[in-house]
Structures are given as structure tokens and as C-alpha cells.
């Protein structure tokens, strides 16, 4: 029987915290990001599972040759013309990463483990339980 803390990966655990922190510091200290605003890139850096940090490193990152093409956009602009394709790039705020973005993959994360759930329903719990009463003896369950 394992105790808390003692699987493989428990002692990593705090990366995934620390990678939140960088992130953020970068939001604060670091460029514009060109797809989102400020506001918007902090809400999609707490989505479940890293899912926005990951878009960030690939996507808005500062290191991006692609999104270093576009000009650094003021605070307030709400769209970006990428100058190699002429293409216009929607910038979204605060509000809307919040509502779509939090909201959609919350949604999508539980409807995927609901799948999960029926798919697999004999790993979900590999426990066996059974049922004792005060005096310690065992219960039969219908």
C-alpha cells in the first residue's frame, strides 16, 4: 500500500506551480502577448492541465519567430495585421478567455473523464471495498 507522497511523480508536483510563477512573471515583466491581451493570457495560464501555458509556448511566446513578425500591439488593441501574410489577427481580452476558454475546456475536460468513466469503469477504482459494522464484522452488499 503507498502512502501520500510516495508516488513517482508526487515529488514533481511543484513544477507545474513554478511554471504558473514564470509565466506570469513573463506577463508581467515581458512583451505584449499578440494573440490575447494581458489580462486575457493570465486567465488562459490558471486553465486546467497547463492547456494555456502550453498554447503560449508555442503560439505567443516571446521566443516565437512567427509572432515576433508582428509589431508589439498597445495595451488596448483589439487586432494585429500580421505583416507577411497581411492576415488580421483577433486579439482577445480578459472577459472573453475567461468565459470561452475557462469555461469551454472545464467542460470539455469533464465530458473527456466522463468518457473515460465508461470506457474503463473497472481501472477508475482498483480498490476493493467492503463493509464492516461497529463490531467488526463483515457485511454482505446486495
Do not use: C
Not at 467542460?107 to 482498483?126: E, I, K, Q, R
Request: hydrophobic share 50%; charged share 15%; no cysteine.
Amino acid at each position: 500500500m503507498l502512502q501520500p507522497g510516495e508516488l513517482p511523480f508526487d515529488h514533481l508536483k511543484w513544477l507545474s506551480v513554478l511554471l504558473i510563477v514564470l509565466m506570469i512573471g513573463l506577463l508581467l515583466h515581458g512583451p505584449q502577448p499578440r494573440r490575447t491581451t494581458k489580462a486575457g493570457a493570465f486567465w488562459a495560464y490558471l486553465l486546467p492541465l497547463n492547456i494555456g501555458i502550453f498554447y503560449a509556448l508555442l503560439r505567443d511566446s516571446p521566443w516565437s519567430q512567427r509572432m515576433n513578425l508582428v509589431h508589439e500591439p498597445a495595451a488596448s488593441d483589439r487586432i494585429v495585421v500580421d505583416p507577411v501574410t497581411n492576415r488580421r489577427l483577433h486579439r482577445y481580452g480578459g472577459w472573453m478567455v475567461f468565459l470561452w476558454f475557462t469555461l469551454v475546456t472545464r467542460l470539455a475536460l469533464s465530458l473527456l473523464l466522463v468518457a473515460v468513466a465508461f470506457a474503463f469503469p473497472t481501472y477508475l477504482d482498483p480498490v476493493g471495498w467492503s463493509a464492516v459494522d461497529v463490531a467488526g464484522n463483515r457485511l454482505t452488499l446486495p
